[in-house]
């Protein structure tokens, strides 16, 4: 079985910092992108970066300058550094990965628990 476990999530001022973790385990042959979502009370679940398994990178509006998304294929764990945090930032923030377990032959979305950042004003 497949699980992404995230961490690093915490309360921190509007101006702060936290990284953000997540590593894939079980029975993976491969990953392909490897991504960051979040959900903020009252609204819907939205991209806040990804990252390809060849280092293509894309970041949602709101956050580029501020964060930045990195990976070590090698660990199957993706990062997310998040700097100059607001209060608009918080919300739960859920690991995505695009994965084909051995014996697959075909690809599908695994989602972290979440992990919440609250930024303070």
């Known amino acids: 079985q497949v699980q992404l476990v995230e961490s690093g999530g915490g309360l921190v001022q509007a101006g702060g910092s936290l990284r953000l973790s997540c590593a894939a385990s079980g029975s993976i042959a491969s990953i392909n992108a490897m991504g960051w979502y979040r959900q903020a009370p009252g609204k819907q679940r939205e991209l806040v970066a990804r990252?390809?398994?060849?280092?293509?990178?894309n970041y949602a509006d709101s956050v580029k300058g501020r964060f930045t998304i990195s990976r070590d294929n090698a660990k199957n764990t993706v990062y997310l550094q998040m700097n100059s945090l607001k209060p608009e930032d918080t919300a739960v923030y859920y690991c995505n990965a695009d994965i084909r377990k051995w014996g697959a032959v075909r690809e599908y979305a695994y989602w972290g628990q979440g992990t919440q950042v609250a930024v303070s004003s």
């Open positions: 990252a390809t398994s060849g280092g293509s990178t």
